[in-house]
Antibody, heavy 123, light 107 residues
Framework: EVQLVQSGAEVKKPGKSLRISCKGS????????INWVRQMPGQGLEWMGR????????NYSPSFQGHVTISADKSISAAFLQWSSLEASDTAMYFC????????????????WGQGTLVTVSS | DIQMTQSPSSLSASVGDRVTITCRAS??????LAWYHQKPGKAPKVLLY???RLESGVPSRFSGSGSGTDYTLTISSLQPEDFATYFC?????????FGQGTKLEIK
């Protein structure tokens, strides 16, 4: 069974750094992109970017480029989302999601999801 | 970026009703559209992909249609477990973008 398990909720002060994780199991971790999606309180879904765990190639949304870093460690089947200096506006739920093929030919970029990590940034 | 305009933003309906949610893309997306639903505190779940293909395990009361820029999700007969928020998402090109969501509430 494919599983994505994310790290636990975080409470941080503005200006602090943070790294949250998404650990994959039940499949070959290097075979599928991992995406990160933000959901601010009471709001919709925003795609932040993705990483190919096989070579750590990344692709960011322009809205998030330069503000977050996506990385992966294939030796432990984990992807990461990192901030060097948090802002109050980073308060949100963050989901990782894996792409997959259906019926052997239709690609679904966000087919399997982690449970989400709630990040709260407050002084 | 491709903008996705979803309507309505909220919808009040009863069990057994037929409901329709629409999404319009700012450019043609060649059926590269998925529909999700999300319950409070939970991750989104894929319902349909490639505009009209039903994800494994999803009830057949859900269906999708459309082409070019305009797409539709239909629930043929609402069940109690269907009251949730629904999102469309284009994956024709990155950055992937979502509609604003439709909150489906019990009348």
């Amino acid at each position: 069974e494919v599983q994505l398990v994310q790290s636990g909720a975080e409470v941080k002060k503005p200006g602090k750094s943070l790294r949250i994780s998404c650990k994959g199991s039940g499949y070959n971790f290097t075979s599928y992109w991992i995406n990160w999606v933000r959901q601010m309180p009471g709001q919709g879904l925003e795609w932040m970017g993705r990483i190919d765990p096989s070579d750590s190639y990344t692709n960011y949304s322009p809205s998030f480029q330069g503000h977050v870093t996506i990385s992966a460690d294939k030796s432990i089947s984990a992807a990461f989302l990192q901030w060097s200096s948090l802002e109050a506006s980073d308060t949100a739920m963050y989901f990782c999601a894996r792409g997959d093929y259906a019926s052997g030919r239709y690609y679904i970029p966000l087919r399997s999801w982690g449970q989400g990590t709630l990040v709260t940034v407050s002084s | 970026d491709i903008q996705m305009t979803q309507s309505p933003s909220s919808l009040s309906a009863s069990v057994g009703d037929r409901v329709t949610i629409t999404c319009r893309a700012s450019q043609a997306i060649s059926y590269s559209l998925a529909w999700y639903h999300q319950k409070p505190g939970k991750a989104p779940k894929v319902l349909l992909y490639a505009a009209s293909r039903l994800e494994s395990g999803v009830p057949s009361r859900f269906s999708g249609s459309g082409s070019g820029t305009d797409y539709t999700l239909t629930i043929s007969s609402l069940q109690p477990e269907d009251f949730a928020t629904y999102f469309c998402q284009q994956y024709y090109s990155t950055p992937y973008t979502f509609g604003q969501g439709t909150k489906l509430e019990i009348k």
